[in-house]
């Protein structure tokens, strides 16, 4: 009886043995609950395009000449010093009367040749850019509950270059990324790719060679806005820059300061910063088009 009460405590410690080390590794495990959280994904920033096209008292200077029923415009054949072609609206403070008449009567027999449709052709850039991986979680045509939406304003804007009747065509995207508590910041990007062309080879046949011309820099301008809105460039204050060249909207070579927002591709991307400057904002740079120094730190 001894023996059986014996043999009786030692299966009832057996027993309880797989018991106490199952509740040991139970308690060493962390708890459902203490478990890492999932990351935190940012919701897609949703791009509408607008109908309005260039606003002229803040994107454009004193007498550029719009092409009707377009978001086309002329500039850089303006007379009178830089201020009025650099300041837009607020240049009229100094230079109160510009003749627009001149840019009409420049391309007033090829002005159906030089019409584009930028705003249906960015769209369908834009989309098709979109549904790339790079950008398919970055962008939606649909906003999000939360999250961002980019209104981008595309315009051209064809530049005559002085004394001559060549021409240099740029793509111009004015975007703003806001929120329902953020009215967000403007920025543009500007892209003009090879040398000035006669204004004849831009509208023969059509206008076939400017639009082939604006429709590979709208490619690049959509990538490189795409790129900056969802991972912007790193914007360093200490990386100014000093260039001489030729400039959206302004006829002649122009020196002006920037700061260097690094590389696409082969391009240089150069921020011109100043709200009222018409051609301030991501200027996407060809090499050789722009003589480019380093501003020494102080």
Known sequence: MKRLGTLAAIASVLAW?????????????????AAAPAPVTAAPIAVVFSEKGANGMSDLPLGVHRIPDSNVVISGYQGGGA?????????MLVQSSVNAQAGSDKVRNVEDDLRFDV??????MTNRIMASDQFRTAYTLTPQPGGSTMTVTPYVVLTFVKKSED??????????????TDSGKTIKYFCCEGKPLPLAS????NGARLKELLSSELETAVNVMMLDRSQPFPRN???????????????KP?????????????????????????FSGVNIVEPGALDVKPIPKK
């Open 17 to 33: 043995l797989p018991q106490a080390a199952a509740a040991q590794d139970n308690s060493s495990a962390a708890p459902a609950s």
């Open 83 to 91: 201020m009025g072609i650099l300041f837009g609206a607020v240049g």
């Open 119 to 124: 705003r249906a052709q960015a769209i369908e």
């Open 167 to 180: 021409v240099r065509p740029y793509i111009v995207l004015k975007t703003k990324v806001a929120t329902a």
């Open 202 to 205: 831009l509208t023969e046949n």
């Open 237 to 251: 204050d200490e990386a100014r820059i000093e260039t001489n060249g030729m400039l959206p909207f302004v006829g």
């Open 254 to 278: 122009l020196k002006w300061r920037g700061f260097d927002l690094g590389r696409y591709k082969d391009y240089s991307l150069i921020e011109f910063r100043g709200g009222m400057i018409v």
